[in-house]
């Protein structure tokens, strides 16, 4: 550094290396509490209540668990970068402010993925963001989907759900028809609602998917893109033998059986399912790739 520079950052209260001064980080928090308590109160209030969107105060908790438990890297700042910094947090500010003044919470709660990065691309450098980068981008998970994705999404599942519940039946030897996404047993005819179309389970288990492998860090890519790649057919499989034992449980039983405890139950059993399913998968491929190192040494 030149002679007669200081060590600290003209304009940002930031030491080029060291730790955050603690009226910088008080700060800085205040300031992300002021915009975006509001906001998550909001999206609490109109969205969260929603099976859609009932994941979101889980993955928001995750998000705040993940950057405490991280705190100590991110303070940990090396030299600021204000010339990438502030480019992003303006452009986040702008989204934010569009998105908050017409409610359009996709671009309200986005734009915390320029504003994050941003503010610590100016306190802390790159090795600040480098720290974050896990709940940074977890935070994709937070963002509600448009419903025009929702219902272009969620059409063609429950069309698929639909024709393989029926085919599974029909080959077990039950008396089953189906007429688009309604499904005829006997004396019952049951809809394959937008709920049943598996989009909520797929959103939900590849949350979880990425959050474990983050926390194990299997060092293999391989591994990693394989377990990913698993995540939606498995979430899809999953909920396919869902609505199959929902479809026989109002057979047997009677539509409100199915329809009530049943229901919910049958939908956390198979996501207990299908965590497993990619808990016992991870297992495996770590296992084979453990032979595999043993077998070449």
Same mark, same amino acid.
């Given at each position: 550094m030149p002679a007669g520079v200081p060590d600290s950052i003209a304009g940002t209260g930031v030491l080029s290396s060291g730790r955050l001064p603690r009226s910088t980080l008080w700060l800085t928090a205040a300031g992300l509490l002021l915009l975006y308590v509001p906001t998550f109160l909001a999206v609490g209030e109109k969205l969260w209540p929603h099976e859609d969107y009932a994941h979101g105060p889980l993955v928001l908790a995750v998000i705040l668990f993940l950057f405490w438990q991280s705190r100590d890297r991110i303070l940990a700042i090396g030299p600021p970068m204000p010339a990438m910094g502030w480019p992003l947090l303006f452009a986040g500010l702008a989204i934010y402010v569009l998105g908050r003044s017409q409610s359009v919470y996709i671009l309200d709660i986005g734009s915390l993925l320029l504003i994050l990065p941003g503010v610590l691309l100016i306190l802390g450098g790159v090795p600040s963001l480098r720290a974050a980068w896990f709940p940074i981008v977890f935070l994709i998970f937070l963002i509600p989907l448009p419903e025009f994705v929702i219902d272009t999404l969620t059409s063609p599942l429950k069309r698929y759900v639909s024709e393989l519940a029926?085919?599974?039946? +029909?080959?077990? $030897? +039950?008396? *089953?028809?189906?007429?688009? *996404?309604?499904?005829?047993? $006997?004396? +019952?005819e049951l809809l394959v609602a937008g709920a049943c179309s598996g989009l909520?389970?797929?959103?939900?288990?590849?949350?979880?998917g990425f959050l474990y492998l983050y926390l194990v860090r299997r060092p293999s890519v391989l591994h990693n893109i394989l377990i990913i790649a698993a995540l939606l057919p498995i979430a899809f499989v999953s909920n396919v033998v869902r609505v199959v034992i929902l479809i026989l449980i109002t057979n047997y039983f009677g539509d409100a059986a199915g329809q009530g405890f049943a229901h919910g139950f049958a939908g956390m059993l198979l996501f207990i399912v299908a965590l497993s399913i990619t808990f016992g998968f991870d297992l495996l491929l770590a296992r084979l790739s453990r032979k595999q190192v043993i077998t070449t040494a």
């Open positions: 029926e085919t599974i039946l +029909y080959h077990l $030897g +039950y008396p *089953v028809a189906r007429t688009g *996404v309604t499904i005829t047993i $006997g004396q +019952y909520n389970s797929m959103f939900s288990l590849s949350a979880l």
